[in-house]
């Protein structure tokens, strides 16, 4: 498999965040989660646009990498929110 970089798209953070703590729930604000190539420059940096399309400068890098051959793509917490458009285009790939 390609390697990719896991995105997060967010929430607006003007309900969540504390303004004297910052950001604290960062989990309750994942709207969805795709996926993007990373950047063979840069290693560890996505391409400008998700495979579906979205711009990457909207959202959030995750740390996240699959444990092993047939593991989800996305961290498992986020199972229900994955963005199929982006599963597909894995599948494809
Ligand atoms: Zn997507």
């Known amino acids: 498999m390609t390697a990719i970089v896991v995105l997060l798209e967010l929430?607006?953070?003007t309900e969540v965040v504390d303004a004297d703590v910052g950001e604290t729930d960062i989990g309750a604000?994942?709207?969805a989660v795709h996926?993007?190539?990373a950047d063979a420059e840069a290693p560890g940096a996505p391409?400008?646009?998700t495979l579906?399309?979205?711009d990457t400068d909207e959202?959030?890098?995750e740390a996240?990498?699959?444990a092993g051959p047939g593991a989800p793509w996305y961290p498992p917490e986020y199972r229900s929110r994955h963005c199929l458009d982006c599963?597909?285009?894995l599948r494809g790939a």
């Open 11 to 13: 929430e607006p953070a």
């Open 35 to 37: 996926a993007a190539a």
């Open 59 to 61: 959202l959030e890098p």
């Open 47 to 49: 391409l400008p646009r």
């Open 87 to 89: 599963e597909e285009a």
């Open 29 to 31: 604000r994942v709207r």
């Open 52 to 54: 579906c399309g979205l």
């Open 64 to 66: 996240y990498v699959p």
